[in-house]
């Protein structure tokens, strides 16, 4: 079973510009989470997605956006790019509605300059 | 709000070694999910554990446990006889049990084992 695939896996960008990275959970996932993970401020929850609709949403302000399709996969989008944006980006599914582990892909590490 | 502390920022040790790494975690619900998380270099989250909050028992997986205490609010994580294989990032994380369950994580320990 193909694991939580994340593309692109790296990316340089710069200020002002802005970023779509996509997240194609595991088969028969419908919950998609993504998580921004930087040194300074460690793992944070930025949103989650089942069956297309946004259910939770972190801390971060409204230039980080997601959404999901009908076939679970998911992006995220950050417009006006700032260098503190610089950061590993997770994306993590989950099988059920409620409850159970998160499987995470391997990021896409997003570098901003 | 919900809290999730890992003092150890980095432990090393040699090969062989035993290894505890502590977490322990605030939160004003009464039921809750723990969870322990790797990170090897690869940078994908790799589930290790999850403990509900009603069940204090403790857990032994092959060179890995986890002790959790409620009384106490911490759920360590100890690898026996630990290999280099076992150097990576681990994290502690906490979540509600209904809802939407976002993790809150920890702020990870870094560990190396040394051949």
């Known amino acids: 079973k193909a694991g939580v695939t994340q593309t692109p896996r790296y990316l340089i960008k710069t200020r002002g510009q802005q970023v779509t990275l996509s997240c194609s959970p595991i088969s028969g996932h419908r919950s998609v989470s993504w998580y921004q993970q930087t040194p300074g401020q460690g793992l944070q929850f930025l949103f989650e997605y089942f069956s297309e609709t946004q259910r939770n949403k972190g801390n971060f302000p409204g230039r980080f956006s997601g959404r999901q399709f009908s076939n679970s996969r998911s992006e995220m989008n950050v417009s006006t790019l700032e260098l503190g944006d610089s950061a590993l980006y997770l994306c993590?599914?989950?099988?059920?509605?409620?409850?159970?582990?998160?499987?995470f892909g391997e990021g896409s590490r997003l570098t901003v300059l | 709000a919900q809290k999730v502390t890992q003092a150890q920022t980095e432990i090393s040790v040699v090969e062989k070694e035993d290894v505890t790494l502590d977490c322990v975690y605030e939160?004003?619900?009464?039921?809750?999910?723990l969870f322990w998380y790797k990170q090897p270099p690869s940078g994908e989250l790799v589930f290790l554990i999850r403990?509900?909050?009603?069940?204090?028992q403790n857990e032994i997986s092959g060179r890995y446990s986890w002790n959790f205490q409620k009384s106490t609010s911490s759920f360590n994580f100890t690898i026996t006889a630990s290999q280099v294989v076992d150097s990576a990032v681990y994290f502690c994380?906490?979540?509600?049990?209904?809802?939407?369950?976002?993790?809150?994580f920890g702020q990870g320990t870094r560990l190396t084992i040394n051949p």
């Open positions: 993590a599914s989950r099988p059920l509605e409620t409850g159970g582990e998160l499987f």
């Open positions: 403990r509900n909050s009603f069940d204090e």
């Open positions: 994380a906490l979540s509600e049990i209904q809802g939407a369950q976002k993790l809150v």
């Open positions: 939160t004003r619900d009464t039921t809750y999910y």
